[in-house]
């Protein structure tokens, strides 16, 4: 076994000059006091590249500007946590409320278009994806756009592949049956469903209004790694990607505070929704 090299304490200027390469490239805010999430986060790539130590790292970074090493370094800070039907009162209201009134508004042209903003490994767009499956909207012209920030995220994402963990959190057995089949260590979601959703590595912070106009934006648990600044910016360009009267749904523990001027906050069944004005 290789002997691993001991964590050596990040310099302050060090600690300053990560927070600013990460909030500059992805808009991610990390705290002062965030030093084992760098430890733990930074040391594979250390490992990985040879060098004794984190400040070896910002060393390398600050000499070459390597572009493909700090891009990596932004990728290791974003935090991927997900899994199927999060926040399951969002599924219900999109069962219960927004489709009924879609499949009335667009039965003309059939199309429907969402997107699942910070994607992640893709389970959230996935769940839409089966659940309008479920719901027999099969024969619709559904598109929906899957994005992050994370390049290898994204990669995962499209693989459909999923591991036994991560199935088990939040698919129901029906699902899991119906949608999925074993490969080796994996499980392997339907072309069927994967089919219906695309996905791109897309920076938040940039302009999406090109990415519209949808029915239905999920922005949710990205929210809380941005400063007030940044998340106005994204509510204006995410406003501008949605139809009038279409939903923005957040995670539990965001709010919309600055979004006041593009959308009007309304509790429909047990969710709070952002709806497009
Ligand atoms: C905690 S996950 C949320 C996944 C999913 N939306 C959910 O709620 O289960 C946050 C995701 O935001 C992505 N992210 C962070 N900064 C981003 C940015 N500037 N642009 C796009 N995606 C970003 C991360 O890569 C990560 O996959």
Not at 243 to 263: I, K, N, P, S, V
Request: net charge neutral; glycine share 6%; aromatic share 10%.
């Amino acid at each position: 076994m290789l002997a691993q090299p001991p964590i050596t304490e990040i310099l302050t200027d060090n600690y300053r000059f990560l927070q600013q390469h990460v909030y500059a490239q992805a808009g991610i805010v990390i705290e002062n006091d965030k030093h084992y999430l760098f430890e733990s986060r930074l040391t594979p790539i250390v490992r990985q590249l040879g060098l004794g130590s984190i400040n070896d790292l910002c060393a390398l970074l600050r000499a070459t500007r390597e572009p493909d090493v700090g891009r990596q370094v932004v990728e290791a800070m974003t935090t991927n946590e997900t899994y199927f039907f999060r926040d399951p009162a969002h599924y219900e209201v999109i069962r219960t409320r927004l489709l009924p009134r879609l499949r009335e508004e667009r039965r003309d042209t059939k199309k429907l278009r969402f997107w699942s903003a910070a994607s992640s490994t893709g389970q959230e767009a996935y769940s839409l994806a089966m659940l309008l499956i479920e719901e027999g909207m099969s024969d619709w012209n559904i598109q929906i756009l899957g994005t992050d920030y994370s390049s290898p995220i994204v990669e995962r994402a499209r693989s459909g592949a999923y591991q036994q963990i991560e199935v088990n959190r939040g698919l129901p057995a029906a699902l899991l049956v119906k949608y999925f089949r074993r490969a080796g260590v994996h499980w392997q979601l339907s072309d069927k469903v994967r089919s219906m959703v695309r996905f791109e590595t897309i920076d938040l912070r940039k302009s999406m209004r090109a990415l519209g106009p949808f029915d239905l934006v999920f922005c949710r648990n990205v929210l809380i790694y941005f400063d007030g600044g940044t998340k106005q910016n994204i509510f204006r360009e995410i406003h501008g990607t949605l139809f009038r009267g279409a939903w923005l749904l957040l995670g539990g523990a965001e709010t919309a505070f600055g979004a006041e001027e593009w959308f009007d906050r309304e509790a429909v069944g047990n969710s709070t929704v952002y709806i497009a004005r």
